[in-house]
């Protein structure tokens, strides 16, 4: 059985940073992608970035140029968003989630099979 189980938010200073963690368990993820979304209040459901676990590689939403970055670490199935010069509009709940890789990425929602429960992240001004 797939898990994934985000942590890492909570209340941060905007300016600041944080980091979150996705700890994946249940299956070998070699042949999949990791992408992390986010939900701010009264907003839809939002690609952030995703990550080839097979060779690393990358692809960022366009917002997240920049201030976010996505890295793993294979010896502790472990996915990571480092956000850095947080500001009050990364409020939100970040989520975890997991494909089977794709040549073309796909970063819509439905494209995801497995996802966490979400940690909250809130930047205060």
């Known amino acids: 059985q797939v898990q994934l189980v985000e942590s890492g938010g909570g209340l941060a200073q905007a300016g600041g940073s944080l980091r979150l963690s996705c700890a994946a368990s249940?299956?070998?993820?070699?042949?999949?992608?990791m992408g992390w979304f986010r939900r701010a209040p009264g907003k839809e459901r939002e690609f952030v970035v995703a990550?080839?676990?097979?060779?690393?590689?990358?692809y960022y939403a366009d917002s997240a140029k920049g201030r976010f970055i996505i890295s793993r670490d294979s010896a502790k199935n472990t996915v990571y968003l480092h956000i850095n010069n947080l500001k009050p509009e990364d409020t939100a709940v970040y989520y975890c989630a997991a494909q089977i890789s794709t040549i073309v990425w796909d970063t819509t929602v439905p494209a995801y099979d497995y996802w966490g429960q979400g940690t909250q992240v809130t930047v205060a001004s």
């Open positions: 249940g299956r070998t993820f070699s042949s999949y992608t």
């Open positions: 990550i080839r676990w097979s060779d690393g590689r990358t």
